[in-house]
Structure formats: structure tokens, C-alpha cells
């Protein structure tokens, strides 16, 4: 049995930002890996004030993040669809969403691309954002009301009756990638590594940005051997990530020591499997069939 992963995401640079080391992690292992880009990021704004390709980004930073996904697609060797759909942009307190954007259009049609490509992918595993979108951008949210729809439609023959034959995902993970309990960890490790680092007072500022929110991960992903290609698919998206973030980057002799996983929340599953994991796989039985 072929094991497949389907990644859908709100943006191009969201796939490096959360699950990159996940996707190169499982590519290593034989697994296929697709990722879903539900909108172009056209109304993104430019993060790096060194970007070397800034005359391109003003003039045309949709084309612009198109090449930087090519670049981070090709580090990890992922399969990629373009859902096709508009950014929503950041609209101001009581302001409505620019029209035809992604979280403007209804669900039922915006799900149907998606419909199309679980039915044609058949992943037995679906990675997307909880019902906040981890962060709350109009997109992200909505990418989680797409996914989730589009993995009930697939599933039901009746439903987009032209989109091939209908597909059951098992499991459904919902990304905790960034965590109190991994920032408190790092910052202890750190801390008693290298008391003097300029790190510790950015550690222990995510920290406290994190704190209150609950550790609720199910699962974690060995990633320590592809903590570089991660990074350097999060530095293909140069319009949205400076070279020297210190929201990502950390030492990865220390991430591989203390903390070399991504995590993830179990959502949903039909199958049977035991808790802690450590694969997203786990409890989907090879029954011989090319599923």
C-alpha cells in the first residue's frame, strides 16, 4: 500500500511554516505527499526588508510567491495543487472581504477542487488547521471549513458526483507545531546550555506569547534529520521570511536535543490506534491493496 498525505493549506509559505519537516520526513520513507495551496497569497505583504528580489515583489509578488513555493517544493519533493482561490487579505473591523476572495465564496463551491483532488490523491491522511486557523486570517479559518467539508463530500458518492469515486481519509491531524511546552523546553534546554545567548530572552518571549494555550498534541513526528531541508524551504519563501527570523529559526543542535518532533492533534479517525503516537500512519493496516 502506497501511504499518501494530504497537506491543505491557506497560503504558499504556510506549508514551510508548519509541516515541513513532516513532509520531508515522510517523502524519506517512501510515502507520497501532496500540498494544497488554497489561495496565491496575492495580498500578502513583503516580511523582509532584505528581500533581493523586492522590484519583482512590488510588481508582481502573486508571481513572485508562485516561484518561492517552486523553490520550498523541490527542496522537500512534494506533489502541489493551486486550489485557485483569491487571498482575502487582512480587512479592517467591520469591514466585508474583497469580493470573490476565498472566504467570501460559499463552501459548497469552493470545497469541489478539493473534492477532486482527495478522490484522484486517496490519502489516507489529511493535514489542515483546527477551526480557529491556528491564527485568526480570514483564510486560514476558511481553509479549515473547506478541508473539513471536502473530507465529508469526498466520501459520499451522492456528493460532486463528477469528481470520481468517492475516497475515505482515516485520519485527520490538526497542527501544534508551535507550543508552550516546546518553547518552555528549548528555553530550559538553552538556558542551561548557554545561559549568555541572545536566544534566551526570544525563547522566553514565544514562551509567554504561548502561554495558556493547552498542550494538546496526540502526536510527534521525528523530524531531527530534516531540521536544515525544513529550514531552507521556509528561506525559499524570502518575500514572507527575513534570513535571521527568530520566530523559526533556532539552533538545530538544540532542537535535535530537546525537542526534535512536530506535533500534532489527532481530529478525527477511523481507525484504531494507541496514544501517545509517534507516526501519523499508525493504525492504518497495509491490507495489500494499492490503497
Known sequence: ????????????????????????????????????????????????????????????IAGLRRIELAEAQALIGFQHRWLGYADSGMPGEGE???VNCFASIPLEISAEPLVRVIREFRPQVMHTYDESG?????????????????LAAAADASRYPDAGPAWQISKVYYDRIFSSAKMTT????????DPDSPLVAELAEMREWLKGRPYTATTQVPIG???????????????????????????NELQRKAWPYEDYELALSTVETTMPETDLFAGIVDDGADG
Request: hydrophobic letters at 35%; one cysteine or more.
Open 134 to 150: 491556528g491564527y485568526p486570517h480570514l483564510d486560514h479559518i476558511r481553509t479549515h471549513q473547506v478541508a473539513m467539508h471536502a
Open 225 to 251: 534529520d530534516f531540521l536544515e531541508v525544513r529550514d531552507a524551504a521556509l528561506r525559499a519563501h524570502s518575500s514572507q521570511v527575513p534570513p535571521d527570523s527568530r520566530f523559526f529559526f533556532w539552533p
Open 1 to 60: 500500500m502506497t501511504l499518501r498525505l494530504l497537506a491543505v493549506h491557506a497560503h504558499p509559505d504556510d506549508e514551510s511554516s508548519k509541516g515541513a519537516g513532516t513532509y520531508a520526513y515522510y517523502r524519506s520513507r517512501g510515502a507520497e505527499v501532496m500540498v494544497v495551496s488554497c489561495t496565491g497569497g496575492e495580498r500578502g505583504d513583503v516580511q523582509n526588508e532584505s528581500l533581493e528580489r523586492r522590484a519583482m515583489a512590488e510588481r508582481d
Open 96 to 98: 466585508d472581504p474583497p
Open 186 to 193: 528549548l528555553y530550559d534546554a538553552l538556558r542551561a546550555e
